[in-house]
């Protein structure tokens, strides 16, 4: 794929990588694995607790209205029938699991497709490692104004989730972080530029490269 800048907390270029095309320069990319993975992603995050009583679960009376036949009325049954107001639900919804498995092949073709698509539009960022005493947002700011994603969705992954990081990125609309083992497909297509840091990017490789 070629190398790219490698730029520091400042936001000055202090070297360069490259980026393992067996990563982010897919020949082909598919669209439709990068499509199948973001629902499933989407559907698994449904709670499915949505829960309705039926007209044997309401606290209505049991007992018959009124008699068969003989009062010139529709016959009815009891007050739990759906058609009165407290009455039961009718084909309501009740608790159940909405999850949506993707082949391991698919997820992986999309986590590529969708690297290489950022990285053909020039998305693609390498920072070097960073890490903070405390929380500083001001310098995780400076570092997006640097690099042009200020007010962007960007996405920053790291080697290793890192506390003082995560709160200094908290704050900055738009900018999120995630660990180099789970972000995701969804992240990635969600954000306007991708940036690894070094430690990340070598992880990525050494997991992804080859496989």
Known sequence: MGAVDVYNVEGGVVGSAELPPTIFGVENPSQDAIYFTVKAYLINQRQGNADTLTRAEVDRTKKKLWRQKGTGRARMGTMGSPVWVGGGAA????????????????RRLALRSALTLKARDNQVRVLEDVSFDAPKTRRVADLARALGVQGRKA???????????????????????RPVNSFSVYDVMGAETVMFTRSALARLSEVWGAS
Not at 95 to 106: A, F, G, S
Not at 161 to 173: E, H, Q, V
């Open 91 to 106: 084909h309501g919804p009740h608790p159940r699991p909405y999850d949506e498995r993707v082949p391991k092949k698919v």
């Open 155 to 177: 996405l920053l992954v790291v080697g290793a989730a890192d506390p003082n990081l995560f709160k200094s990125c908290r704050n900055l609309p738009g900018f999120d972080v």
